[in-house]
């Protein structure tokens, strides 16, 4: 279980959260949805410990800030929005650094196994810097799922922290990395991800959490945040949240004539 | 690694028979080998002259690699050179005021430094011109690398402007000791410099391999470093102290020589690939063959006379590294 409490962070002076409450639990696929300048990344950043934050941040009840680096490296990865690489690196040394932070003894096939898992399987001796954008973001995945490969250590539920993971990805890849994440989740692992896209939060989300103004305005299942009136304050403009012909999934249509 | 250690070992006999005497050191090398006496002479040049000429072409060499390596790493940019960023200057505004100054300290305490205090200021200076410059480029945590380039540049130009003032202040004497420093040399390598200077070098090449790891998350940046369990400011201060004392000792013992720090990683990322595990122990080795190779062009071109090992250097370093750019742009990405 992650828990945050009263989350304060100012950037320059100027407030960005202003006493977030948060909370995820292993099994379950967290997302952190709303508007651009919500604050999103920087509650993730905050929860990360690459902002500096006051409030508190538990991971089973320890405060984060007193674990050390390898143990929390142990317990969980993160997945930052865009990375760019000093050297010409390959695809192989970068995914192995993951390797090399996780707590469990792998065999260095484990890289090429992470790599198929993101669907770039034969791109080993590839130079990351040759790669495209989509690309690139799924190697940083694979690396990130070779630190915690297994759902559940000996410590208990391993996490992954991901910043919008699939930004950069076309449909088939958006929809294979989130069934990855979401069977990681199925597996006793825990997922926390900042996510633009309302409609793949749908459909994948066990747990939402929606920020307007550096608050949560409410965290809970889809079914009490995806709500055309929630989201329409959140985002400041008329959305109608609908149902998918088959299943219940909702989905969410912006509606241009009726912007305010 | 094999071929280099290889190539140490042929340029270091090279060098212990390449050299201005004209005698024919390598019969009395191979005499010596199988045990046979030979002549007082031969004995001098050999061990009093080229054998700590040798070994401090082996330490300058694989310190200013090994620091140039270390420093490309900690800034995520392959530019990075000790010579580029100050360190070196501010090495050179140590010694220079070590030789200038150093007369007007107490005479008890001149005494007791004695040899120490040129290295010493050495040190301290490429120690602070480093972190002063780490100081200004780091933001909120985060390393600047362009801030970090033209901090270099003002930092150089405030260190020259220093030294240049300490240089009007000298008197004949120290004009000369002050040449040696501008132009870099091994000629003046005795026992007790490498007395001086192995120590430093040795414990901060030392470190290195323990930074391997930590350099290669780094290239990912500072954050994803940190979430893969590496203890980032703490290897940021090894590095920093390690480079310090590298090139500090480095500078003391031969002067300004430029280059081997940045040709000699570039070159072996071209060979090698960029993983420090491999990158910085043959950086070590590189940078010790090629410094050698170019003592032994300093020796030779003009013989019986000497050119200055750094103006060696940066005649062949210079135009390879423009070469090594315009053949790699699409790769630095900077």
């Known amino acids: 279980m992650l828990d945050a409490r009263d989350i304060r962070v100012s950037l320059a002076g100027t407030p960005v959260l202003q006493g977030v409450h948060f909370r995820a639990r292993p099994g379950q696929v967290t997302t952190i949805v709303g508007p651009n300048g919500s604050g999103k990344t920087t509650l993730l950043r905050a929860m990360t410990q690459e902002a500096s934050y ?20 142990a317990r969980r990865a993160v997945l930052p929005q865009a990375s ?17 932070a996780s707590a469990e003894a792998a065999q260095e096939t484990r890289v090429s196994e992470a790599l198929d898992r993101v669907g770039l399987a034969g ?68 997922v926390i991800a900042v996510m633009h896209d309302l409609n793949l939060t749908a459909m ?28 329409s304050e959140a985002y400041g403009c008329a959305v109608r949240v609908n149902a998918a012909p088959e299943g219940d999934v909702p989905f969410i249509l912006p509606h241009m004539a009726s912007i305010s | ?35 046979e006496e030979i002549s007082l002479r031969e004995r001098v040049i050999l061990f009093d002259i080229r054998l700590p000429r040798l070994i401090m072409g082996i330490l300058v060499g694989a310190a200013l690699a090994v620091s140039g390596a270390v420093m490309q790493g900690l800034f995520r940019n392959p530019l990075a050179d000790p010579g580029l960023v100050g360190v070196g200057a501010g090495a050179g505004l140590g010694a220079i005021s070590a030789i200038v100054l150093g007369s007007f300290l107490p005479l008890g305490m001149q005494a007791s430094l004695g040899y120490f205090m040129v290295p010493a200021a050495a040190f301290v200076g490429g120690w602070v011109s480093t972190i002063v410059l780490y100081r200004i480029a780091t933001h909120r945590g985060r390393t600047s690398v362009a ?93 920093i102290l390690s480079v310090a004392a590298a090139v500090g000792a480095a500078v003391a013992a031969s002067g300004g020589i430029g280059f ?15 993983d420090h595990r491999f990158l910085l122990p043959n950086a070590a080795l590189l940078g010790a063959v090629l410094l050698l190779a170019a003592d032994m062009i300093s020796r030779t071109i003009i013989a019986p006379a000497e050119l200055p090992i750094g103006i060696v250097t940066a005649t062949l370093g210079g135009p390879f590294f423009l070469w090594i750019l315009l053949r790699n742009r699409s790769l630095l990405d900077l």
């Open chain 2, 1 to 35: 690694m094999l071929v280099l250690s290889g190539l140490l070992v042929l340029t270091s006999v090279a060098s212990l028979t390449t050299g201005a005497s004209g005698a024919s050191l390598w019969k009395a090398l191979t005499q010596l080998v199988q045990g």
């Open chain 2, 260 to 274: 081997i720090g940045i040709v000699v990683p570039h070159l072996l990322r071209l060979l090698i690939g960029p």
């Open chain 2, 147 to 239: 801030v970090m380039l033209l901090g270099g540049i003002a930092l150089g130009a405030l260190t020259g402007a220093l030294s240049g003032i300490l240089i009007y202040m000298a008197d004949d004497s120290q004009l000369r000791d002050l040449t040696f420093w501008g132009l870099g040399s091994l000629a003046g390598a005795t026992w007790d410099k490498i007395w001086l200077a192995a120590p430093l070098i040795m414990l901060a090449l030392a470190a290195t391999p323990f930074l391997a790891r930590s350099l290669n998350a780094l290239a990912l940046g500072e954050a994803p470093a940190a979430h893969l369990g590496i203890p980032v400011q703490r290897m940021k201060n090894i590095s």
């Open chain 1, 54 to 73: 006051s409030g508190e941040v538990t991971l089973d009840g320890e405060d984060i800030s007193r674990l050390p680096g390898w143990q929390l490296a």
């Open chain 1, 123 to 190: 791109f080993e001796g590839r130079f990351y810097q040759e790669l495209s954008g989509g690309e690139q973001q799924r190697v940083q995945l694979a690396r990130v799922l070779t630190q915690v490969w297994e759902p559940i250590g000996a410590e208990g539920a391993r996490w992954l922290f991901l910043d919008e993971p699939v930004s950069s990805l076309d449909i088939g890849h958006q929809l294979e990395v989130m069934s990855l994440l979401a069977a990681y989740a199925q597996a006793g692992g825990g």
């Open chain 1, 84 to 100: 760019r690489i000093a050297f010409p690196f390959t695809v192989f040394e970068i995914v192995r650094l993951g390797l090399t």
């Open chain 1, 204 to 231: 994948y989300a066990d747990d939402i959490a929606i920020l307007a103004d550096g608050r949560v305005l409410r965290q809970g299942p889809p079914s009490a945040v995806l709500t055309d009136s929630l989201l």
